[in-house]
Structures are given as C-alpha cells and as structure tokens.
C-alpha cells in the first residue's frame, strides 16, 4: 500500500514538473485595459487642422522618434496617442504656429508574431480586437501536432518582457508574439 502511495505521489510531482505552466502577471491582462501605448514600428496618422502640409501619416522608428516638419524628432515610445498629440502641439506652439489643433491616431499596429504549431509560422498584421484564435487563423490554423486549449505570449510591458500562458480566447496586443506548444499525446 506505501509503495502505490508513493508512487502515485512520485508521479504527481513528476506530472507537475513537466507542465511548465507559467501562469502570467497580474500586469499582463491589465494592460489590456490601459489606453495603448505606441511604441517602434508603428505608424500614426497626425492631422494639424488647418495645416494641410503638416497633416501626413508618420512612421515611429527603432529609437522610438517620429520626424515632424517644423519641429524635428518627437519621442512618441510610450506614449498614449492623446500624449504624443499634446507634445507636438506644445512643440508647434513654440514660435510656429498660435494655436494648434493636432489629433494623432493609429494608422498601423505594430505586427504580431505566430511561432510553434501552425501550419504557416511567422509576421502579421494586428487587427484591433483580435484573440489568439484569430492570430492562429491568420496564421493558417493548428498543425496536426499542435497543443490547442492554451498557448504562451511573450508581451512587452513598460520595457520589460514578460511570458505568460493562457486561453486561446484571450486577446492579444500589437507585438505579442504568439507560441504554439506540441501536445504530447
């Protein structure tokens, strides 16, 4: 009888040991709720009102900057769109225009990435709203082998890197990358 006990203890420890779940930060689903943050890679349409030159779509670089006319780099990492709008208009403020009125809105996302067991791995486009089911879709779908309840992210957040397991109907972020597990049996 003690040796079943331990054995089926033995085979507890040896089952949990191999799951490697990480169950993700608190700060990985509460950033789903925060107004986003820009960040390199993405591309912001700004309009100037009333300033048909200024008004164009603007790319944000690897330094995490967009060049502006007038008033050069603007630091746009980090910043929600209502920030960067309030910076270039204070910039623009200095000795350029009276009052401007800029808006600033998201053109395109950064891309996400779907690695692991998919049919077709690599780069996509973020759609506003989209789960990790639709990135998989996107990405042509399980492969045979493919763990399909739950599924690891790596997410940055404020600078840092965070990993996390969930659901397949959890949302993503624009620059998740998206790891698909093999299943064991």
């Known amino acids: 009888m003690t040796l079943r006990l331990f054995v089926a203890i033995a085979m507890c420890f040896a089952v949990s040991a191999c799951s490697g779940y990480r169950r993700p930060p608190a ?15 993405d591309t912001v349409r700004i ?17 995490g900057y967009i060049s502006f006319p007038l008033i050069g780099n603007v630091a746009a990492r980090g910043r ?5 709008s309030q910076e270039i208009a204070r910039k623009l403020k200095q000795g350029y225009l009276r009052d401007p009125d800029v808006s600033v809105e998201v053109a395109t996302y ?31 779908g399980f492969s045979p082998r493919a763990q399909q309840k739950s599924v ?6 404020n600078g840092e890197i965070l990993n996390g397991r969930v659901p397949i109907s959890d949302p993503i972020r624009p620059g998740d990358t998206i790891y698909v597990r093999e ?3």
């Open 27 to 41: 700060a990985f689903h509460e950033m789903l709720t925060q107004p986003y943050r820009l960040d390199s890679s």
């Open 47 to 63: 309009i100037v009102f009333g300033q048909t030159d200024l008004s164009n779509t603007y790319a944000i670089d690897q330094a």
């Open 80 to 84: 929600t769109q209502q920030e960067l």
């Open 110 to 140: 950064r891309p996400i990435f779907v690695m692991g067991e998919v049919q077709s791995a690599g780069q996509y486009s973020y759609v506003t709203g989209m789960t990790v089911q639709n990135a998989i879709a996107t990405a042509g």
């Open 152 to 157: 690891d992210i790596t997410r940055q957040i």
């Open 183 to 185: 299943r064991y049996f």
